[in-house]
């Protein structure tokens, strides 16, 4: 650099035509990180799931976790040239498990009536359940999903879809609601979320109920999209020796989910971070 060796800096910025503030902007910006020294590392954050993560995913954790300014494209040519890749989404690949055994008691309303949005956590939730083949059997996981921090913020993984799983759900979700709350909780319209257990306890904890009209799917997509990540990231072309391995991994993976994957809606934070900053508020 020739300015600070005899040379004024004006009398140089004069020769190569540049303005002062273009320079200085120039200077104040971080080095681009190499390639090679960024390969590392996108391959740490890829490997964090069984079956990866896509590019975008990898560059908020560059930019949150390792202060790397890196643009999409980059990273994409970097993962590309590693070899590095993500599972591309099917339409609906997944066969849906349905506990759904006709209309008992009395009509719940639909609450959310398909806007999933919410501004503060615990305002919003989403249930349902979802099945898995494993070694032979199969499992199934419920979980309470928060519609805006995105958390998975209580789960239950069993090996049948009964009202012990549900009453263990509960148990999870009224520990870790916060003093206050009243939430909306929103199901479709399966047996579990009609028994009056459910609808006792809901009441017990000042959870307001929800529920999916009939044949509609799409008036639990929030929930329903949860399970597709899951299922493309965790499960999807996996084999499982047993199910205690398969319950050991969904639960280190839901842990993940909540406190390592970064979400482009939560600009970038995972949401056990978004779920932190707006409680402080």
């Not at 072309?237 to 280190?252: H, P, V």
Request: glycine share 8%; charged share 30%; aromatic share 10%.
């Amino acid at each position: 650099m020739l300015a600070g060796r005899g040379h004024r800096l004006d009398h140089l910025l004069e020769i190569a035509g540049l303005p002062r503030s273009t320079y200085y902007h120039h200077l104040s910006r971080p080095a681009h990180v190499s390639r090679p020294d960024v390969e590392p590392m996108v391959r740490e954050i890829w490997e964090r799931t069984p079956n990866g993560c896509g590019h975008r995913q990898v560059r908020m954790c560059l930019v949150h976790e390792f202060g790397t300014r890196i643009s999409a494209k980059t990273v994409l040519g970097v993962m590309r040239r590693m070899g590095l890749r993500c599972a591309i989404r099917s339409r609906n690949p997944w066969r849906r498990y349905s506990s759904y055994r006709g209309e008992t008691g009395d009509h719940v309303h639909n609450l959310p009536e398909r806007d999933f949005d919410a501004a503060r956590p615990f305002s919003k939730l989403g249930t349902d359940v979802t099945e898995f083949k494993v070694a032979g059997s199969k499992a199934y996981l419920a979980p309470v999903y928060d519609m805006a921090s995105k958390e998975i913020v209580a789960w239950d993984v069993s090996r049948s879809p009964d009202l012990g799983q549900q009453r263990r759900l509960l148990a999870m979700l009224a520990e870790r609601l916060p003093a206050g709350a009243e939430p909306i909780l929103h199901s479709d319209m399966g047996w579990q979320y009609q028994h009056q257990w459910w609808r006792d306890e809901l009441e017990r904890l000042g959870i307001r109920q929800s529920m999916s009209r009939k044949g509609n799917c799409l008036d639990n997509a929030a929930t329903e999209q949860v399970f597709g990540h899951l299922k493309d990231e965790f499960y999807r072309g996996r084999e499982f020796d047993s199910y205690e391995q398969f319950k050991r991994e969904l639960d280190a993976y839901i842990i993940h989910w909540n406190t390592r994957r970064r979400q482009i809606r939560l600009e970038g934070h995972t949401p056990e971070e978004f779920r932190s900053m707006s409680l402080a508020v």
